[in-house]
């Protein structure tokens, strides 16, 4: 039970530091960003900008999946899921989660050997920058195995327990009131 | 229809109306018909399957069979890629061709051990300097803002005195227009496509390179045609060689001419200027050579003897 | 034939995977990944990571989660409140009252957002809470802002301009140009729309504002200067050459974290809270993003697309038939894709034909503005409805039906674009030079 607890709390500080990770992303291209202006108007060379900041924004973008998951934030149609009575809604909700989750182990799958091609063929960027390109894809990667593992959590909730984690945040969700 | 029927889906990052495009797209064409429809090659301008960045990737890892590429823009990856983009090393068709012929060999090689076969390469129009204000020497640059997409374009900015400024291909038009940068150097087609007589006034015929594009092939994919097969293709990248090669001639004075319609100073750049430009054209290409080897040495020889 | 097979599949998979219920970015990776496994040879899972890297890893998508934080930021101050008290005294003499607000806020935020997503979600965290707190319809809050958020991609800068710019090589800047007076126009006839319906109503009774004295409204405007101030820093930079469009987004952010600390409304909380918020969002943005590129890809890799165009082209219809059918084509391809993939993966054999049917190209990149506006808001794929829905937790249906009216009244649009091509034609013809 100890080692039960011991994971839940892990997989839920793990799912947090990765939002939080994801958000630094963001302060990051913005101070990248002001950094390109800068560096034009006294006339210094800032090579590579760009594309770190886009390699910011992907690593934003998937660290961020699980987190925003779990706060209810990804968007789907539940015209279904409301309609229907609770027991079915919950069989539904299982084969969403469960879709959910091999699509993104697939992508898990595939990023995983997305990384070894570009170190394979030593894949390196095409701007200023010269970054190996397995370095910023690994936080994709990172942040795609966050996410499944989110998904199949949900899921073995849903099955064992009978509801998912989801929380909406109603202050995130509707701005109303 | 025939037994063995194959689809090469092709990427090309060009817009349809590009003659790049449109050459691919005869040679798409000529393979269809010449293999009896055994191998129908089906091309997808624009970038619409996959952007530039990610075609030569895409074909090595057998994504897409074949696909056509602007391969200097992976001098990061080995200096050798940037042979074409050496600044004043090969100034006209002529010197492209020869040059070419120079590295023909040791770029099927290093596409060869990337599992990439060569099929053809067709030159872009040259690199001319384009200003916003009139520019008779290098003097005449000290602290303008050049637009730079890579390490070569940063460089040639340093040792003219400019300013790079880096500027993505999507925001070339608002940034001249906003006066972001207020020079580059790029074809005399990019500044046609782009419509750069809005913002800017010279453009300089200096040549400063021809950078080509690659139709390649990934070698699995290529060593399973049939060798009948494989002569009809190579049939018509030559046909596509020779076709594009000459649109590209053509396309260059019927840029320049659209230049000067669109109310652009168009013509040869000062004689102070261009040998200025040529110092620097040393420069770089001694620099390019200590980062591509023997081979760039081996190739920047054989076109020397050529000349 | 094989096309409508091919059709029929991708429906059937989109309606199953999107009705279930599963999350949308997830649900387009799975049709994508059906279609290619059931029509092509290439290995579907390395294509798709390629697409995703691409399409995850771009410099331009960095303007999205930093207006986006903008947002956020302003929707955490005394902004929004501000923006109310300004803009309503006169607004309030309006038929329709504050539903203007809505509207009149898309048209100017969309002069600094290149994204109808951004828009979107910039403006209606600030206006559907005051909207509601005056108990204004629903249906109308919603409507209006799926409706005049779109306006983002019309008024310049705009990212779907840029993107039919390059495709067919037409100047940038003559397109922006040729985006402002439609925009203006459209945004019009969204107000004279809601004047009207306001009268014909018989349930509009929102809570009155009191009544003001024009001195007093005049004072109230003042409330409106640290908005346009804010507007015109990030417009201002862009126009005078400091930045570019993602960098205007930069200045945005800074400018409303100044502004938050000017109000005394920035502190540890409200800046963590915003910054989650917009990591958040954007990621959800992403996720779809991601999704669309590969379905784009996917169905690149059929030539479904094409197809439907290429059958079109065998028609040999006149100017305005063209026109009709095109239409209803990006209609209905738009409820399906996002507008900039419909954009690419048609371009490639409907510019030919329009071009031969001597239609201006800068007068069609407007037209392509409004049909893939429309997209925003039509079901099932509809990027404004989803943004909403994350927004306002309505259901789809209730939002892609009180967005219906402004996607009527951009039918008619096209309409008056047609009549009238001058609107779109007169400002690039008669402005040589950039601005600033
Ligand atoms: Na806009
Ligand atoms: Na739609």
Redesign the interface.
Known sequence: MAALRGLRSALDFTYLAAGVLASLCLIAILVLIVLQMLARWIGEVAPGIPEYAGYFMAAASFLAFANALNRGSHIRVSILLNAVPPHIARWIDVWCFAIGTAVMWYVVYYGWRFVNFSIMINDISQGQDRTPLWIPQSFMLLGAVIMAIALTDHLIHLLFDGKHRIQRDLVDQSFGE | APATAEKW?MPMAY????FHSATGAEFAKCVTTGTGGEIEI?T????????G??IK??I?????PIGERLLS??Q??NALFGFDSVPFLATSFDDSAKLWEAAKEPMTELLAS?NLTLLYSVPWPPQGLYFKNEVTSVADME?I?FR?Y??AT?RLA?LTGM?????????I????????ADAMVSSGSTGY???VW??LNYFYEVDAWLPRNYVMVNSQTWEGVSEANQNVIRGCAELAEYAGNWRSKEYTSFTLQGLRDGGMTVGPASEQMVNELKEIGVTMTDEWLESAGEQGAAIVEAFKAMQ | MEDFSIIILFLFVLFLLLGTGVWVGLALMGVAWVGMELFTTRPVGDVMLTTIWSASSSWTLTALPLFIWMGEILYRTRLSEDMFKGLSPWMAALPGGLVHTNIVGCTVFAAVSGSSAATLTTVGKMSIPELRRREYPERMIIGTLAGAATLGLMIPPSLTLIVYGVTINESISKLFFAGVLPGLVLASMFMAYVAISSRLSKSWNPTPEPPMSLSERVANSRFLIPVFLLISVVIGSMYLGFATATEAAAFGVIGGLVLAASQGSLNWKTFTESLMGATRTSAMIALILAGAAFLSLSMGFTGLPRGLADLIAQWELTRFELLMVLLLFYIILGMFLDGISSVVLTMAVVEPMVREAGIDLIWFGIFIVVVVEMAQITPPIGFNLFVLQGMTSHEMGFIARAAFPMFLIMVLMVFVLIVFPELATWLPDNIRQGPG
């Open positions: 889906d817009s349809a109306s590009n089906v997808h301008p624009s970038g619409s399957l996959f952007p960045a990610q990737r895409a090595q890892t057998g994504q897409v823009g992976h990061n990856e990337q602290g803002k730079s890579n390490n940063s340093e300013l790079p400024v880096t500027i993505e291909a999507a925001e038009s608002q940034a001249f227009a906003t006066g972001v496509d782009r419509k809005e913002s």
